[in-house]
């Protein structure tokens, strides 16, 4: 299963809404999660099955979508936020099914 | 504090190997589905290996026959032994708990790079 994220980059000034997207070449139902990482760090779990919040995950960060298509959303962009973030499906198993986008850098406009 | 804490990296030869080490604390890998997932300079993530509550592995096809992952409960530990490193393992490696809904523990990685 191909994951293709867009766009690539994204430019939003601090205290707007960012919205990032991530495809599905086929259904994953709502097997996906979705990481932020920063550079020099390991990635950290934001999203899973779509639309849950991982622990501690502020609730400005939202997840939606099902099938192939999903949406992450960042409401009010904090400065901590400018990152960048991966979508990952894990419908398939065994793991060596999973995939990743190639994911949106999200630069300070 | 629960944590993962990776080593082992550094220079090889193409044709050499190297074992990386995966320390847990916090919670015991043998109960947990643990992975490594890599990442190439500069590029997105690829998961390398799992290693369940058994003794059952997956490997991704590009390391299949060339990395073992293994585990020591006594010291809380899961291992990647890579043999026939090639130019293009190069990465930094991740370990991370994998609970089927997203790997939601990660370490701080280790670079493997594979140069002559």
């Known amino acids: 299963i191909v994951m293709t994220q867009s766009p690539a980059t994204l430019s939003v000034s601090p205290g707007d809404r960012a919205s990032l997207s991530c495809r599905a070449s086929?259904?994953?139902?709502?097997?996906l999660a979705w990481y932020q990482q920063k550079p020099g760090q390991a990635p950290r779990l934001l999203i899973y099955?779509?639309?849950t919040r991982a622990t501690g995950i502020p609730a400005r960060f939202s997840g939606t979508g099902s099938g192939t298509d999903f949406t992450l959303t960042i409401s009010s962009l904090q400065s901590e936020d400018f990152a960048v973030y991966y979508c990952h499906q894990y419908h398939n198993w065994p793991p060596s099914d999973y995939t990743f986008g190639l994911g949106t850098k999200l630069e300070i406009k | 504090e629960v944590q993962l804490v990776e080593s082992g990296g550094g220079l090889v030869q193409p044709g050499g190997s190297l074992r990386l080490s995966c320390v847990a604390s916090?919670?015991?890998?043998?109960?947990?589905?643990m992975s490594w997932v890599r990442q190439a300079p500069g590029k997105g993530l690829e998961w390398v290996s799992v290693i369940y509550t058994g003794e059952t592995t997956h490997y991704a096809e590009s390391v299949k026959g060339r990395f073992t992952i293994s585990r020591d409960s006594s010291k809380n530990t899961v291992y990647l032994q890579m043999d026939s490193l090639r130019v293009e393992d190069t990465a930094v490696y991740y370990c991370?708990?994998?609970?089927?809904?997203?790997?939601?523990?990660w370490g701080q990685g280790t670079l493997v790079t594979v140069s002559s």
């Open positions: 086929q259904s994953v139902n709502s097997n």
């Open positions: 916090g919670f015991t890998v043998s109960t947990k589905y």
């Open positions: 099955d779509a639309s």
């Open positions: 991370a708990n994998d609970r089927l809904r997203g790997f939601d523990l």
